[in-house]
Antibody
Framework: QVQLVESGGGVVQPGKSLTLSCVGS????????IHWVRQAPGKGLEWVAFISFDGGRSYYKDSMEGRFTTSRDNSRNTVSLHLTSLRSEDTGRYYCVKDGFSYGWGYLDHWGQGTVVSVS | QSLLTQSPSISAAPGQKVTISCSGTSSNIGNNFVSWYQHLPGKVPKLLIY???KRPSGIPDRFSGSKSGSSASLDITGLQTADEAVYYCGTWDTSLTPAFIFGGGTHLTVL
């Protein structure tokens, strides 16, 4: 079955950096795009970033462009999200999510359990 | 403030039907597929509907989606207490750099 396992969350001071990782299994990792979605405490879902199946394209929510960078290593079935210049409003649970459309971009069909980032 | 507008909350009795609406624009819903997600308390969000009206395997046919113009809807029939959750619509916005967007979420209470 499809599994996505995030790691790397923790408590970090404002202005510092953190790298989140996501390992995928149970599907052809190299043929699917991956998204990052976060949820701040008491708030709704917020899409953060997208990386294409081959890492050739990445998109970010406007407010995060320039501070967050996503990359992938298909030989290790891993996607990373590098967070810099962290702010208190970046606090939340970060989910790694598989796109449902092979070789393209569409909908978010399988979600990891998430990893928690706390900026304080 | 989200580009996709959802009512913050809705309530209904068990066995009833509810419709959750999601309003957008031509740069998002109007020209892209819509998906719906169910977020149960303490759980991971789950895909309910994709490509406007398709159900992933395992999703009961009590859940159905539709789209018209720049709006979309999620219908839930035969409401159960287990359906109490926050429901989000989602789609791509392609006005500038592509970005996936969620609605603000609708909290469903089954009384």
């Amino acid at each position: 079955q499809v599994q996505l396992v995030e790691s790397g969350g923790g408590v970090v001071q404002p202005g510092k950096s953190l790298t989140l990782s996501c390992v995928g299994s149970g599907f052809s990792f190299k043929t699917y795009a991956i998204h990052w979605v976060r949820q701040a405490p008491g708030k709704g879902l917020e899409w953060v970033a997208f990386i294409s199946f081959d890492g050739g394209r990445s998109y970010y929510k406007d407010s995060m462009e320039g501070r967050f960078t996503t990359s992938r290593d298909n030989s290790r079935n891993t996607v990373s999200l590098h967070l810099t210049s962290l702010r208190s409003e970046d606090t939340g649970r970060y989910y790694c999510v598989k796109d449902g459309f092979s070789y393209g971009w569409g909908y978010l069909d399988h979600w990891g359990q998430g990893t928690v980032v706390s900026v304080s | 403030q989200s580009l996709l507008t959802q009512s913050p909350s809705i309530s209904a009795a068990p066995g009833q039907k509810v419709t959750i609406s999601c309003s957008g624009t031509s740069s998002n819903i109007g020209n892209n597929f819509v998906s719906w997600y169910q977020h149960l308390p303490g759980k991971v969000p789950k895909l309910l509907i994709y490509d406007n009206d398709k159900r992933p395997s395992g999703i009961p046919d009590r859940f159905s989606g539709s789209k018209s113009g720049s709006s979309a809807s999620l219908d839930i029939t035969g409401l159960q207490t287990a359906d109490e959750a926050v429901y989000y619509c989602g789609t791509w916005d392609t006005s500038l750099t592509p970005a996936f967007i969620f609605g603000g979420g609708t909290h469903l209470t089954v009384l």
